[in-house]
């Protein structure tokens, strides 16, 4: 778990894959998620003067969440017999079924607008990083639509640690992280080049956003950008090991 004082944001990490980000100061009762990764989430730091959320998953990715922009909440799934796109029924509608005298479908649902829909109408995949899908979800037919003229450009960074990391600790005014690995290895990375560049409120003019972008891209294409500076070999369990 992590936590932002001044937002009020909890953030908590799931077996699912996915972080939580509890708004706790809103008090609208609001949460979201962050779908980065690919495995478990094991650990969570958070870069509370650059507003940076690091997750760090069993994927052996570390993701760099920029917390300066807003996210959208994701909608509430809908409950429906019958996909409320084009009306056919699910598999245990039976008398929509004898009615319409047609199999029924099995239920997805559009992450984008929440509705209950069958495959046929949702056949179209698409990322939506303001709501937190950094990868391609299910979406339906007229979410696609309206998503193509959407800014699909990511709100954060992903970059290998090329261990499966069981805990994680950040140094914010060193800027360096620690992670911790499955493989017993204790790595020390200097993430000064990660946590300088944010997209503050103030400064959110078109160079500076035009800037932060280009970097963005050039770091997911080489995704390991961060540098490592220390790398201690076998933690033994018997050995304490003072660092932190
Ligand atoms: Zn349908
Ligand atoms: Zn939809």
């Known amino acids: 778990m992590a936590w932002d004082s001044e937002k009020q944001l909890l953030f908590s990490g799931s077996f699912d894959q996915s972080v939580i980000v509890w708004d706790i100061g809103g008090q609208q009762g609001t949460a979201y998620e962050l779908q980065g990764h690919h495995n478990k989430?094991?650990?969570?730091?958070?870069?509370?003067?650059?507003?940076?959320?690091?997750?760090?998953?069993?994927?052996?990715?570390?993701?760099?969440?920029?917390?300066?922009?807003?996210?959208?909440?994701?909608p509430e799934w809908h409950e429906s017999d019958c996909c409320q796109r084009c009306g056919r029924p699910f598999f245990w509608n039976l008398r929509a079924m004898m009615d319409q005298r047609q199999l029924g479908l099995r239920q997805h649902h559009c992450r984008y607008c929440g509705r209950a829909v069958c495959d046929r109408c949702s056949a179209g995949r698409a990322s939506i990083p303001v709501m937190g899908f950094e990868f391609d979800v299910r979406v339906c037919d007229p979410c696609l639509t309206e998503l193509k003229d959407m800014d699909h450009t990511s709100m954060a960074t992903f970059h290998d640690a090329k261990h499966s990391i069981v805990f994680m600790d950040l140094?914010?005014?060193?800027?360096?992280?620690?992670?911790?690995?499955?493989?017993?290895?204790?790595?020390?990375?200097?993430?000064?080049?990660?946590?300088?560049?944010?997209?503050?409120?103030?400064?959110?003019?078109?160079?500076?956003?035009?800037?932060?972008?280009?970097?963005?891209?050039?770091?997911?294409?080489?995704i390991v950008s961060f540098q490592l500076l220390l790398f201690f070999v076998t933690v033994q369990e018997s050995h304490h090991t003072h660092f932190v």
Not at 46 to 62: C, H, N, P, T
């Open 41 to 74: 989430v094991t650990a969570l730091c958070y870069a509370s003067l650059k507003q940076q959320l690091i997750s760090g998953g069993e994927d052996s990715v570390i993701v760099f969440w920029d917390m300066t922009v807003e996210r959208k909440e994701t």
């Open 171 to 222: 140094d914010e005014p060193r800027k360096q992280l620690l992670t911790v690995g499955q493989d017993r290895l204790i790595k020390v990375w200097d993430v000064s080049a990660l946590l300088h560049c944010t997209v503050t409120q103030e400064n959110r003019d078109v160079t500076v956003l035009h800037q932060c972008n280009s970097h963005r891209k050039e770091k997911r294409a080489s």
